[in-house]
C-alpha cells in the first residue's frame, strides 16, 4: 500500500553540524506534511508543518523543503545540537477532509558533542 | 494551556482483558485522534473524533473502539486482549481536522 517513507534510519552528525533527515511519499493526493521529533519515553512533538502550496517553510534553526515533483520532503537542522537526538518523524495527510496522518518509519538522530 | 492529557501512563494486563485508555485534548481543540505505536509497525492511525463523532477509522479489528464526549474527552477501548496489542497508544489533539495535531505522552499497554 501507500506509505511514507524514509531513506536513512540513523543518521549521526557532529554538534554544531548541519543535518538533513528525508523523507520519500508516494501519494499525490497528500496536500499537508508535519515533522515531529520523538525522545525517549515521550509522545511525538511536532516541529513544523508545510502544506502542498508550499515548498518551503522555516522555523526555528529547522527548514522544510517540499518538492512535490519526485515526492521528497526534507528537513534541515541547522546548528545540530545535543538535545536535537531523538526520531524523526515525517506524517502525511492525505487530500480528504479527515486529520489521519500516515507517518513515515521514523529516522534516529544522534549527536555527538 | 496545558497539553494533551493521558491517562493512564502504563498498564499491565493479562490476554482476554478489556482496557479503558483516556485522552484529555489541549482546552478548545475538538478533533481528537489515536495511534498505535509499535517498533514493528511504527505508529498506525487508530480513530478520529470531531464533535462527539467518528469521523474516520483506521484499519484495525472491532476489539478496538472509541468514543469522544461533549466535552471533547476520548476514550479508547481494547476488548479480549492480545499479546499483539502491547504498544503505546497516542492521542493527538487539534483545533479542527487537518490542523496541527498535538501528541500526549502516551499510554504503554503491555499485555502478558
Known amino acids: 500500500g501507500e506509505s511514507v517513507g524514509l531513506h536513512l534510519p540513523t543518521l549521526s552528525v557532529q554538534e554544531g553540524d548541519n543535518s538533513i533527515i528525508n523523507c520519500a511519499y508516494s501519494?499525490?493526493?497528500?496536500?499537508?506534511f508535519i515533522w515531529y521529533k520523538q525522545e525517549s519515553g515521550k509522545g511525538p512533538q511536532f516541529i513544523i508543518d508545510i502544506r502542498s502550496n508550499m515548498d518551503k517553510r522555516q522555523g526555528q534553526r529547522v527548514t522544510v523543503l517540499l518538492n512535490k515533483t519526485v515526492k521528497h520532503l526534507s528537513l534541515q537542522i541547522a546548528a545540530t545540537q545535543p538535545g536535537d537526538s531523538a526520531v524523526y518523524f515525517c506524517?502525511?495527510?492525505?487530500?480528504?477532509?479527515?486529520?489521519?496522518?500516515?507517518f513515515g518509519k521514523g529516522t534516529m538522530l544522534l549527536v555527538s558533542p | 494551556k496545558a497539553g494533551v492529557t493521558q491517562t493512564p501512563r502504563y498498564l499491565i494486563k493479562t490476554r482476554g482483558q478489556q482496557v479503558t485508555l483516556s485522552c484529555s485534548p489541549i482546552s478548545g481543540h475538538r478533533s481528537v485522534s489515536w495511534y498505535q505505536q509499535t517498533p514493528g509497525q511504527g505508529l498506525q492511525f487508530l480513530f478520529e473524533y470531531f464533535s462527539e463523532t467518528q469521523r474516520n477509522k483506521g484499519n484495525f479489528p472491532g476489539r478496538f473502539s472509541g468514543r469522544q464526549f461533549s466535552n471533547s474527552r476520548s476514550e479508547m477501548n481494547v476488548s479480549t486482549l492480545e499479546l499483539g496489542d502491547s504498544a503505546l497508544y497516542l492521542c493527538?489533539?487539534?483545533?479542527?481536522?487537518?490542523?496541527?495535531?498535538?501528541f500526549g505522552a502516551g499510554t504503554r499497554l503491555s499485555v502478558l
Open positions: 501519494n499525490s493526493a497528500s496536500d499537508y
Open positions: 493527538a489533539s487539534s483545533l479542527a481536522p487537518k490542523n496541527i495535531q498535538y
Open positions: 506524517a502525511e495527510n492525505r487530500n480528504s477532509g479527515y486529520s489521519t496522518l500516515t
